[in-house]
Nanobody, 127 residues
Framework: QVQLVESGGGSVQSGGSLRLSCAASGFTYDYRCLGWFRQAPGKEREGIAIIDSDGSTVYADSVKGRFTIAHDNAKNTLYLQMNSLKPEDAAMYYC?????????????????????WGKGTLVTVSS
């Protein structure tokens, strides 16, 4: 059974950092599109970063230069390093994985090809 479990969320002051993790079970991250998404109360889900099987990445403009997506195949874990956090970054963060490679930026903007989702980890940022 495929399962993605996020961890690392919490409360941080503006300007602080957090690292989110997403552990997979039931499959491996090899040869898949992987991503992080978030949803704030009253807002639509937003794609913030994806990484393809060749290591290429795409970031939302809102996090570019502040967030870094990476994965460790040996640990079967996906990460999101978040620096210089702002109050507007507060949201529930979800990791996702697809059965194949990313479909370009559509995997970020429309969750295209994302077949598996975690249940989320909450990030709050105080000003």
């Amino acid at each position: 059974q495929v399962q993605l479990v996020e961890s690392g969320g919490g409360s941080v002051q503006s300007g602080g950092s957090l690292r989110l993790s997403c552990a997979a079970s039931g499959f491996t991250y090899d040869y898949r599109c992987l991503g992080w998404f978030r949803q704030a109360p009253g807002k639509e889900r937003e794609g913030i970063a994806i990484i393809d099987s060749d290591g290429s990445t795409v970031y939302a403009d809102s996090v570019k230069g502040r967030f870094t997506i990476a994965h460790d195949n040996a640990k079967n874990t996906l990460y999101l390093q978040m620096n210089s956090l702002k109050p507007e970054d507060a949201a529930m963060y979800y990791c996702a994985a697809g059965d194949g490679r990313c479909a370009g930026s559509r995997s970020l903007t429309h969750s295209y090809g994302m077949d598996y989702w975690g249940k989320g980890t909450l990030v709050t940022v105080s000003s």
